[in-house]
């Protein structure tokens, strides 16, 4: 019985205060967080670049990183949609190199 009358704790995420049901807001705390600055989200986007493989500025990344507000989801998905845009850049300018170098070769 006594564990019928132990607390129950949830935790509830919502990004708009309106949105959240009555109900749901009634049996509920409030804790406003407010969204981090840009840059407390370079080491994560400097990670990104990493495991990609290419090089960054935090330039670059800072402005991939904003105007996302906040959103952890949305700089993650804005940073290695960067990412790996660089490297299709860079793999296809590696290509026209060597392209560029084998044809100077075969002229000899």
Known sequence: MDRLLAPIVNVVFHTKRRGAEIGVKDRCVLIDMN????????????QI?????V??????LL?????????????????????????????TAATAAA?????????K
Not at 35 to 46: C, E, I, Q, S, V
Not at 69 to 87: C, D, M, P
């Open 63 to 91: 402005t991939s990183i904003a105007g996302n507000n906040g959103s952890f989801r949305s700089v993650i998905f804005e940073v290695l949609r960067l990412a790996k845009r660089t490297a299709r850049q860079n793999d």
């Open 99 to 107: 392209a560029v170098i084998q044809q100077a070769a075969n002229k």
């Open 35 to 46: 969204a981090p600055p840009d840059t407390a989200f370079l080491p994560l986007a400097r």
């Open 49 to 53: 670049a990493a495991d990609e493989n």
């Open 55 to 60: 090089v960054l500025s935090d330039a670059q």
